[in-house]
């Protein structure tokens, strides 16, 4: 499989710490807040199992628990780990060029009268001190449970990001306030 998804890599990367049935692939995705940084939705996990099963890259096995219920459990092949450390070592090395949708909003901008245009982009601000503050905390949750530090960088990368994004704004609202001043 030389096209891994990422939330393929996600699921491999789970399964790389123990042997996982899929309710419990689920619950650690929650716990560790996956969903931020990963496609991982309920109904994904099973279908990506079944997918990278038939691709060698995971191993089902079929388990009878104490109240006598067949369940399957998931760990991660030789192919599946060689998969995961390929795909990690392309992603960690090539910058991904990122489509946002508030570059069609702004380049189309003109559609809205001045002041409306910079009262969103003001809430836009907001919002992003909002998710600033939201990746601060879960920072410090993950800081306050001894979270090793190259996964507590998932929490701080996003914090620079919208830091800088932040920046953005603000010198989109200036040049916006001189442009309404000499227009």
Request: glycine share 2%; hydrophobic share 35%.
């Amino acid at each position: 499989m030389n096209d891994l998804l990422m939330s393929e890599a996600a699921l491999l990367g789970l399964l790389t710490e123990e042997t996982m049935h899929p309710y419990q692939i689920e619950k650690v995705v929650r716990e560790r807040c996956m969903r931020e940084w990963t496609e991982l939705s309920q109904a994904a996990i099973y279908k990506l199992l079944n997918r990278m099963e038939k691709a060698g890259l995971v191993k089902k096995d079929r388990t009878v628990t104490k109240e006598n219920r067949i369940r399957n459990t998931y760990s991660i092949t030789k192919a599946g780990r060689a998969a995961l450390k390929q795909k990690v070592e392309v992603v960690l090395s090539e910058p991904e060029h990122i489509r946002w949708r508030l570059d069609v909003a702004i380049y189309y901008s003109n559609s809205l009268t001045p002041k409306k245009r910079n009262d969103c982009l003001r809430t836009y601000r907001q919002n992003l001190e909002k998710r600033i503050n939201y990746f601060k905390e879960t920072y410090d949750y993950m800081d306050s449970i001894e979270c090793s530090e190259h996964r507590k960088e998932i929490a701080l990368r996003p914090v620079y990001l919208l830091e800088a994004e932040v920046k953005w704004v603000d010198a989109v609202l200036k040049k916006w306030r001189k442009e309404g001043e000499h227009g």
